[in-house]
């Protein structure tokens, strides 16, 4: 199985500041032959399901604010909140679907300094 | 709109069964792959399960191998896990969730899931 590691655990940020959350996985998640990172980024708030944020690593779904951007590639990979917003407090997920079963990060947890 | 509604979670005892269907709405159903996720309370997300567009392709989390079973029924467009020998660990929300691309010709069974439902509690004690 592909283990995914996000760092930190948790983060907090005065508001319009950046937001910065790691994800590793244990082994590359590059699709060579399409050059595309099988990884997405979720939000989850309590009591609401998750959200797709970003999928490829960095193509961010229909409607998701360009403060949210994701870079990276093969292991390593980054999601950024440029200017960090109240309602943007949540939790932040990586996912990959490079193989079976997909698995999930941790998760870190963005709150408000 | 597009729209997942879960439902079958309740309290049931250990080694118990519970059956959890998702109905679909505002999409193809037939295009898409189909996952189910949870969440235990305080906890991360858990892929639990998925199938493939047309079925052929199943996939399960290793702590509900051999004791989940999906399914699907396109003509009702809805999505099941079938959850056997259940453990008090299995207790969690179960969400239903929608694929992101369409599965035909697609490369790979499934890829992120774009829509999610309200989700379903499973709560498995004694």
Not at chain 1, 82 to 111: I, M, N, R
Not at chain 2, 32 to 40: I, L, S
Request: net charge neutral; aromatic share 12%; with cysteine.
């Amino acid at each position: 199985d592909i283990v995914m590691t996000q760092s930190p655990d948790s983060l907090a940020v005065s508001l319009g500041e950046r937001a910065t959350i790691n994800c590793k996985s244990s082994q590359s998640v590059l699709y060579s032959s399409e050059n595309r990172n099988y990884l997405g980024w979720y939000q989850k708030k309590p009591g609401q399901p998750p959200k797709l944020l970003l999928y490829w690593a960095s193509t961010r779904e229909a409607g998701v604010p360009d403060r949210f951007s994701g870079s990276g590639s093969g292991t390593d990979f980054t999601l950024t909140i440029s200017s960090l917003q109240a309602e943007d407090v949540a939790v932040y997920y990586c996912q990959q679907y490079y193989g079976t079963p997909l698995t999930f990060g941790g998760g870190t947890k963005v709150e408000i300094k | 709109e597009v729209q997942l509604v879960e439902s079958g979670g309740g309290l049931v005892q250990p080694g118990r069964s519970l059956r959890l269907s998702c109905a679909a709405s505002g999409f193809t159903f037939d295009d898409y792959a189909m996952h189910w996720v949870r969440q235990v309370p305080g906890k991360g997300l858990e892929w639990v399960a998925g199938i493939n567009w047309n079925g052929v392709s199943i996939g399960y989390a290793d702590s509900v191998k051999g004791r989940f079973t999906i399914s699907r029924d396109d003509a009702r467009n809805s999505l099941y896990l079938q959850m056997n020998r259940l453990r008090p660990e299995d207790t969690a929300l179960y969400y239903c969730a929608k694929d992101i691309f369409r599965g035909r010709g697609a490369p790979t069974a499934w890829f992120g899931m774009d829509v999610w439902g309200l989700g379903t509690t499973v709560i498995v004690s004694s």
